[in-house]
């Protein structure tokens, strides 16, 4: 079982960047695929970004491909999305999720670890 926690959250103008982190508990990170996922208000969660086991396989959502970045560091039990270029349609609450699946997957009914989330604002 695994404990997921975001941060990095926030309020940030159109064309700015913020990095999100997800802190897992429990010593066998490196065994879970990890997932971001965001819903804004009246929409169904979606998918964002994805990374395998290791960090060497990855996966984006074709609106964010280009200006996020999903990395990892198994030290530190820590997954990262790195996002640029905000854009207002980027608001939502970012969510990470964990699966024990082998590979890089992209719905979220595969994931059975979920953090609370946290806020991510970008204003015009």
């Known amino acids: 079982q695994v404990q997921l926690a975001e941060s990095g959250g926030g309020l940030v103008q159109a064309g700015d960047s913020l990095r999100l982190s997800c802190v897992a508990s429990?010593?066998?990170?490196?065994?879970?695929?990890v997932g971001w996922f965001r819903q804004a208000p009246g929409r169904e969660r979606e998918f964002v970004a994805a990374?395998?086991?290791?960090?060497?396989?990855?996966a984006y959502a074709d609106s964010v491909k280009g200006r996020f970045a999903i990395s990892r560091d198994n030290a530190k039990n820590t997954v990262y999305l790195q996002m640029n270029s905000l854009k207002p349609e980027d608001t939502a609450v970012y969510y990470c999720a964990a699966t024990d699946s082998p590979v890089v997957l992209k719905s979220s009914l595969v994931y059975r670890y979920w953090g609370q989330g946290t806020q991510v604002t970008v204003s015009s």
């Open positions: 429990g010593r066998t990170f490196s065994s879970y695929v």
């Open positions: 990374i395998s086991r290791n960090g060497g396989n990855t």
